[in-house]
């Protein structure tokens, strides 16, 4: 199967679809309005205590805007969390090329949607390690799966995917959607998309970082072996 090179995209994509997933919930209540009154009709996709801080911020409206990620895919999440956003209906909205026949195909066949941003940032993972006396297998549950693929998956897609890890770009965005008739612009998802990679790069260097530095025996120790 060869590369798929894209040589057609539209400069500005209309947000209609939202997914928001964050460890980190600053500015969610000036952000979530803000995307109301841009797009009256948006969809906001989100999960657990995200969903939660976004329900009580659009009140009566939430019935209107907001879906539940496991509505969505139909498939509920698994215990603890463990798997939530990790779906085919829920990367092929996120990944799928606007002038791609075969993947606007999949979006008919699979009833999805193109999501036109992710709004992500991690589990606290830094911060986690940081604590005096945490374990590793306390560090390890602070691992996020979930976070770091979809941004990468939304900042590959930075052709009509805006990716925004950091909620101090929520003023720019929101500003460039007024601008832009409730549109982004290819330099803004591209720069963000920059952004995006430089998160979860530091991400992982955290976490490579710690693990280095374990002695094998305080990994053994969190555990009871059979």
Not at 145 to 150: A, C, L, V
Request: hydrophobic residues 40%; charged residues 20%; negative net charge.
């Amino acid at each position: 199967m060869g590369m798929n090179i894209v040589d057609r995209i539209d400069d500005r994509v209309k947000v209609n679809h939202v997914l928001i997933s964050v460890s980190d919930k600053t500015g969610l209540d000036t952000l979530i309005p803000a995307l109301v009154r841009v797009n009256p009709s948006i969809r906001i996709f989100s999960t657990g205590g995200t969903f939660g801080a976004i329900e009580k911020i659009l009140g009566d409206a939430a019935a209107k805007h907001l879906v539940q990620v496991s509505d969505y895919t139909g498939q509920p999440e698994t215990q603890g969390g463990l798997v939530k956003t990790l779906d085919f209906k829920i990367y092929l909205g996120i990944l799928t090329e606007t002038y791609n026949d075969s993947h606007q195909e999949d979006l008919k066949r699979t009833d999805a949607v193109p999501i036109d941003m992710v709004v992500v940032n991690l589990y606290p993972f830094a911060a986690t390690v940081a604590k005096e006396g945490v374990t590793v297998e306390e560090a390890r549950s602070n691992v996020d799966i979930g976070g770091p693929t979809m941004v990468r998956a939304s900042a590959k897609n930075y052709l009509r995917v805006a990716s925004v890890v950091n909620p101090s770009d929520y003023g720019a965005v929101v500003a460039a959607l007024e601008a832009n008739d409730g549109a982004t612009d290819l330099a803004l998802r591209y720069g963000l998309a920059a952004k995006a990679f430089e998160h979860t790069a530091s991400y992982d260097r955290h976490i490579a970082d710690y693990l280095a530095a374990q002695a094998p025996q305080s990994v053994s120790g969190c555990y009871s072996a059979s």
